[in-house]
């Protein structure tokens, strides 16, 4: 029996190391989604990706800060640029905001809150400005036109919140517009 022993014990070395050295077998999990945005354009100019889906923050302003109708936070600059702009045929842009507006007010963006759980504050809006002046958002008429320069451009808005009433109730500020581009 001794000599059946020490006869197998290298065979089952053998077979260990052999499968030690066996490289793991390749797995495969589902890791996610990557999705491709964008278009291709026949314009003067190309929307910089930067200012395509862009988010302003406004901040945070005490509710005492507004004592009557019309009274304004502080302006905060944003502005959208076009690059890779030709001027040979068009040599200006408009951009048109279109968002929910408050009832009555075609310069005043509605808020929508923030998330469900937030309440949504009352009593004020937020409006964008060009050159210190309101602009239209309900989409019915561009804000002034801006004169094109080869390459790129940046057309500068600000935006703030107005009090639409007497009284503003404390919540969540945010509201959204989507813009278009008309090149004269």
């Known amino acids: 029996m001794k000599k059946f022993t020490v006869a197998i014990l290298p065979l089952v070395m053998a077979a260990g190391f052999a499968n030690a050295a066996e490289p793991a077998i390749p797995q495969t999990v589902a890791g996610g989604t990557v999705n491709f945005t964008g278009s291709i ?35 905060v600059n944003f502005s959208i640029g076009l690059v890779d702009c030709s001027v040979d045929v068009y040599k200006s842009a408009a951009i048109t905001f279109k968002g929910q507006t408050m009832d009555g007010k075609q310069d005043v963006l509605a808020l929508n809150g923030g998330s469900a759980s937030e309440q949504t504050a009352e009593g004020v809006g937020i409006q964008i400005l060009q050159n ?41 500020a945010d509201s959204m517009a989507e813009f278009t581009i008309t090149y004269q």
């Open 132 to 172: 210190s002046t309101p602009v239209a958002v309900d989409g019915s008429t561009p804000a002034g036109t801006t004169a094109l320069l080869e390459g790129a451009n940046n057309i500068a808005f600000q935006a703030r919140y107005i009090s639409t009433a007497e009284t503003v109730s404390a919540g969540a």
């Open 41 to 75: 354009v026949n314009t003067p100019c190309a929307v910089d990706v930067d200012s395509t889906n862009q988010t302003v923050t406004l901040g945070q302003y005490r509710q005492s800060s507004f004592k009557q109708t019309g009274d304004t936070s502080a302006p």
